[in-house]
């Protein structure tokens, strides 16, 4: 409307807005970019933590051996002695994405290492999700609202946790690709276009590839479907953006070995397939409608509702006992955990046991979206004026997605571009507001302020003109009419529109600084290297790679490393040696038996090394130096385990009065367990009394010795130890033990004083 | 430079030849050093001494507590095995002591313990970290009131005269031995849990360990069978320790008195006692029962490369050669009960090899449908020998993506559906397009 106002003028306006947003988009790309390099500049261009270690080594494989050996890759140095089918159990996309970008490098002869490429995978890929969530916005709420939210989303801190530089981590693909997924369902929803419709459908597949998380889309899509029908909003361009994106994605889906047979077996998919028959069944029901005079039509309506039921009720009876014939109700343990949060920590024990798994605190909340917190509501109540099918979409999509960041810690990395987006709507509905109420008292006024809140309007603006050019079936017409109305209602006073934009501004600058400082700070350290501030200056733990390249430099190739399964892909990837578990928990009952094995005393614990071919342990302990996640710390997690597989393990026997400690006040198990052992053995040496500063107490056993076990290597710091499997002895010594061992070593005895041939006594 | 060169080469050709000795390539042990108690016993018990140079060994005599004595220099062992023929000695002169010698045995070499009564606390603690425990009371012998030596000049009942052998071709050669052996001195009692020890001679159920010259108080400590005389220990490293109660049981005097068993009226001209030392001897200096794998070999049928790994449901052929040492050289090992698993936590497949005769064993068996990191293993243990124990590891990995067959006869009713549909739906598209 304002642009057949403006003729001419205003075209340009536009076209210079576009340059504007533009370059705004291509800022927004870098910021993303570079606020995630404070890794690389503060430490170093490695890779970091666990998993990404593992994606590492299999990207290298990729580069190495190509597409077809990566896809049927039978890893015989994990899992030993079962062996892990990488390929088909291996969210590919990630690594094919890693690979892609360095063949591609590599062609246009750019050489570098597959390491650099993985380094910089995650903060190029999030350059791209700011990117797709302007264009998410855009269809949602314009243009204004698009820029906003990929603003926040380049630098919410808790996106920045999970793709800093060297967190080469399926996440950081994945996001990008749950994004672009529900843009591409909402540009169809929008134009009803068949294209973007298989564009979808692609993108749904790049999904299922990266992340497993692709169970939030297929079945939040399902449900937003439902729920457009429930509301009386079903169009032909629901239909299309749906049914193609159900069938076309489920092939594809099941394209990925790491999924296969599950996209149409497993529980997670069947709201998809529900869904599916049921828009089906309401387009026959409106195309009827429409052939049918009404009178007909209710005839019609009697039939089909009295058939369709009883197809109805056998297929639900069908699907019924389809999922009552498997034992978890056909969900997978983590589903389950997320519909039930109590489930994993009754059942689970080895889901239960990951820090990311756990539900967040309120803290965690702040730290990893910030202000955005607070506008969401701002946000989700910007969206119902007027609520448009896109609109109902993000409103859907937050909800959801604050139940389950709920749930997990892991998936506020879902919240946050919800946040973003809501918080963005906000933002942009308020600066509307604000920049209108001044707009309309100051008709007359050109100066500086002006032209600024104009440019600030005018990205704003260009939404609904946008709208109704495209959306002119559509009911916007109503819609804008009635924003129309509201404009001249909603004028505020001058001042205060001016002291609510500069506190909206320094509420933007509160968050950009703290997203600024989670970056540099809090979520840029690697986890393999460590660094802690005392009043000395600074100090550097590097003991993680000492230990590794200890084991690579001085065993064997063929040996076997036991050690927690958090410890699994780094000593596969960095130390290039056979591991027993990994951190891929696939085998609930060989981790079991690790945990067993560590909870044990030394000899059976022995036993159990020696079976599985184990040649080194390798134990983290933070004792020294003050480093809480180390196995002491986690040990519970292995008695948990082993005792859930191997009942002769009970956690009360850990556990005195109900308290984990390791004081003199520790139970005998405890004590003589070879965890215990195998992270204090010779502890007091350090200091003379035995003082572990992570429990901040002295530890219950200072002296003893290893029978079984010996100590070949511990780090600079004490942080990893590794012991060595002993030969079993090579003679079995007579039964005469006590009086003959006396005898040998200090040749004094019961005996050999009766003879009084001893000259020495 | 090059005569230095020319030195060098002949000085280590020299030291080819002075190290013709132990080796896992020629097991047999060639210098010995024999500890004594006094040089007497070198010509006292000179017809074992004979036995063993003859079969050329070089004998090194030493007294025990020779202040020279030295099982190693700079590291390298100057003797193969040891021979402790000195009962009494409290100390060992020289370097050596217990654990001298224990790690002697723990690095592969052999030992034989002559013990006696009153055998001092140095040769009972020697034998009890081998796993022989000989009676506590210093002063018991074993006596034997049925299956004692009728003889005329020794009447007393400490002369055992035992014929109670160990069934083992191996240890105690083909030939069997005729006449009993006589032993004199301390009994020892062997832990029925520790399989490394053997009892080879073991004294008559109606034997007893005790002090001859007082009363006997209290029941002895040590009866019946359960008395071992002669023992043989096998460690887990295939060293071999011969450990005996009597020292006077390997001289000349038992070695050529005649011998007549109580209560039987056969009269052996010559007492068993030199035939079963030199025939046990052989054994403990690894001239019989010495097994050695070679060329463990697989692959797939039909195919002569050893894969890196195998696929599920693979036919294979696994082969091993096992030689046993004779003294000189390595001969064929015939046995029909050598048996390959296939390995994975535990065995999948089970086979017993068959061999040519020569020395070559080898089945073929198909690999189970069951990936994962398996391991050829050949878990060898009889009684006498040395044990053999191989493994070696191979991956077996599931199919490829391409390896299933393409087609199956099960789908296709499958295949029929999904293109039957297709061309129904396009029959269908050109109908409702271009029939109005």
């Known amino acids: 409307m304002e642009a057949t106002e403006n003729g001419k003028g205003s075209t340009l306006r536009y076209a210079f807005g576009n340059v504007l947003s533009f370059f705004i988009l291509l800022l927004i790309g870098i910021l993303a970019f570079s606020i995630r390099l404070f890794s690389v500049i503060k430490y170093e261009s ?136 529900f843009y591409l369902y909402i540009k169809t929803l929008n134009t009803g276009s068949l294209f973007y419709a298989t564009l979808n459908a692609i993108a749904y597949f790049y999904m299922v590839c990266s992340w497993g998380g692709y169970t939030f889309i297929i079945n939040l899509i399902p449900m937003h479907v439902l729920l457009c029908i429930v509301t009386g909003r079903y169009s032909s361009r629901l239909y299309i953006a749906y049914a193609p994106l159900v069938v076309l994605g489920t092939l594809l889906a099941s394209l990925v070995p790491v999924v296969g047979f599950n996209a149409v077996m497993t529980s997670e998919h069947f709201a998809s397939f529900l869904v599916f028959i049921i828009i089906h069944v309401v387009a026959l029901v409106y195309y009827i409608k429409g052939i049918l005079s009404p009178k007909m039509f209710k005839l019609a309506v009697t039939l089909v509702v009295s058939v369709g039921l009883v197809v109805c009720c056998a297929v639900i009876a069908v699907l019924i006992a389809l999922v009552a014939s498997s034992p978890t109700k056909g969900w997978s343990g983590r589903s389950l955990s997320l519909l039930d949060p109590t489930y994993a920590s009754k059942y689970i024990p080895i889901i239960a046991s990951v820090s990311e798994h756990q539900p967040p605190t309120w803290p965690s909340y702040f730290m990893d979206i910030n202000v955005l917190a607070f506008l969401v509501p701002a946000g989700i109540i910007a969206c119902f004026l007027p609520l448009s099918d896109a609109s109902s979409f993000v409103v859907l999509y937050i909800v959801t997605s604050v139940y389950f960041s709920g749930v997990m810690v892991r998936l506020m990395l879902v919240l946050a571009p919800a946040a973003c987006i809501m918080s963005g709507i906000a933002l942009s509905e308020a600066f509307d507001v604000f920049t209108r109420s001044i707009k309309f008292q100051l008709p007359g006024v050109s100066g500086n302020d002006a032209v600024k809140t104009d440019k600030n309007e005018d990205s704003v603006k260009e939404r609904p003109s946008k709208k109704n050019k495209k959306k002119e079936k559509e009911n916007v017409e109503k819609a804008s009419i009635k924003s129309q109305i509201e404009k001249r209602l909603l004028v505020l006073p001058l001042e205060a529109s001016v002291i609510a934009i500069l506190l909206l501004v320094l509420l933007g600058a509160f968050y950009v600084v703290h997203c600024v400082w989670a970056a540099a700070e809090a979520y840029s350290a690697p986890s393999i290297v460590l660094t802690s501030y005392s009043h000395d200056g600074l100090h550097v733990f590097d003991d993680f790679r000492e230990a590794y390249a200890w084991l690579r430099h001085n065993t064997e190739v063929d040996d076997k490393v036991a050690s927690w399964w958090d410890y699994g892909y780094q000593t596969t990837a960095m130390a290039n040696r056979t591991v027993i578990v990994d951190n891929n928990t696939w085998n609930n009952t060989h981790i079991a038996t690790v945990g067993t094995a560590m909870s044990s005393p030394e000899k059976a614990a022995w036993e159990i090394f020696n079976s599985l071919d184990v040649k080194y342990v390798l134990v983290v302990f933070g004792g020294l130096v003050g480093y809480s996640s180390d196995d002491i710390n986690k040990f519970l997690w292995m008695v948990r385990i082993g005792g859930g597989v191997f009942p002769h393990i009970k956690e009360p026997d850990y556990l005195r009065d109900g308290q984990y400690r390791i004081d003199s006040q520790a139970t005998p198990t405890m004590l003589n367990c070879l965890m215990y052992k195998l992270s204090y053995y010779r502890f007091v040496e350090t200091d003379g009394k035995g003082f572990d500063r992570v429990r901040q107490t002295e530890i219950g056993k200072k002296y003893f010795k290893l029978t079984h076990f010996e100590e070949v290597f511990t780090t600079h710091h004490w942080m990893v130890r590794i012991y060595k499997l002993k030969p079993p002895k090579n003679r079995i010594r007579g039964k005469a033990k006590k009086s003959k061992s006396k005898a040998s070593s200090t040749t004094t005895s019961r005996r050999s004083g009766t003879r009084k041939k001893n000259p020495w006594h | ?54 079969r050329g060994f070089e004998l090194d005599f030493k007294l025990g507590d020779d202040p020279k004595i030295a099982l190693r220099r700079y590291g390298q062992y100057l003797y193969d095995s040891l021979i402790l023929f000195s009962p009494t000695i409290e100390r060992f002169g020289g370097s050596i002591d217990v654990s001298t010698v224990l790690d002697f045995v723990d690095s592969g070499h052999d030992l034989i313990i002559a013990a006696d009564t009153s055998a001092s606390d140095l040769i009972r603690a020697i034998s009890t970290e081998c796993g022989v425990d000989f009676d506590e009371d210093p002063a018991a012998m074993v006596i034997d009131h049925t299956s004692y030596a009728v003889s005329d000049t020794e009447g007393d009942r400490t002369l055992i005269a035992s014929d109670d052998f160990i069934q083992s071709d191996v240890i105690l050669g083909n030939r069997k031995i005729e006449a009993p052996v006589l032993f004199r001195g301390i009994g020892h009692s062997i832990n029925p849990a520790n399989s490394l020890v053997l009892k080879i001679l073991s004294a008559s159920p109606s034997a007893y360990s005790a002090n001859p010259k007082s009363k006997l108080s209290n029941p002895p400590s040590l009866t019946g069978s359960a008395i071992s005389l002669v023992s043989i220990v096998q460690a887990r490293n295939n060293a071999r320790i011969l450990i005996s109660g009597s020292l006077s049981m390997f001289s000349n005097r038992f070695s050529r008195s005649g011998v007549q068993k109580a209560g039987s009226s056969t009269k052996h001209a010559k007492s068993g006692n030199e035939q079963f030392l030199t025939e046990l001897s052989k054994w403990v200096f690894h001239e019989r029962g010495h097994l050695k794998a070679a060329n463990v070999r697989h692959h797939k049928v039909g195919e002569a490369d050893e894969p890196a790994m195998y696929r599920i449901n693979d036919d294979l052929e696994y082969f091993v050669e096992i030689h046993e040492w004779s003294g000189t050289s390595w001969e064929p090992y015939v046995a029909n009960d050598v048996q390959v698993q296939f390995y994975m936590m535990s065995p999948y497949v089970l086979k017993t090899l068959s061999t040519d005769q020569k020395g070559l064993y080898f089945t073929a068996f198909k690999v189970p449908d069951v990936y994962g990191v398996f391991q050829f293993k050949v878990e060898y243990q009889r009684l006498g020998y040395t044990s053999l124990s191989l493994s070696k590891q191979i991956p077996v990995r599931p199919f490829r993506h391409n390896e299933y067959e393409r087609f199956i006869t099960e789908a296709f009713p499958y295949y029929g559906a999904s293109f039957s549909m297709m061309a129904g739906f396009f029959i269908f598209t050109v109908v409702y397009l271009y029939n109005k």
């Open chain 1, 46 to 181: 490695v890779i970091h933590e666990f998993d990404p270690y593992f994606n590492y080594r299999v990207t290298q494989y990729l580069t190495k051996n190509g597409i077809y050996d990566f896809w049927n890759w039978f890893d015989d140095r994990t899992w030993y002695p079962l062996g892990r089918v990488i390929g088909g159990t291996v969210y590919p996309g990630l690594t094919l994405t890693a690979g892609t970008l360095w063949w591609i490098l590599n062609s246009l002869n750019i050489p570098l290492s597959v390491e650099t490429v993985c380094v910089f995978t995650a903060p190029i890929f999030s350059a791209n999700a700011a990117w797709a969530t302007y264009l998410l916005t855009k269809e949602v709420k314009g243009t204004g609202a698009g820029l906003m939210a990929a603003a926040l989303l380049a630098m919410v801190p808790s996106y920045i946790s999970r793709s800093v530089a060297g967190s080469y981590d399926n996440e950081a693909v994945a996001i990008f690709a749950l994004i672009s997924t």
């Open chain 2, 1 to 54: 430079m090059s005569r230095a060169l020319l030195i060098f080469l002949t000085s280590i050709a020299f030291l080819a030849i002075l190290c013709n000795s132990f080796s896992p390539e020629n097991p047999t042990d060639r210098r010995i050093l024999v500890l004594l108690d006094d040089l007497a016993i070198k010509s006292s018990h000179s017809l074992f001494f004979k036995s063993l140079q003859t």
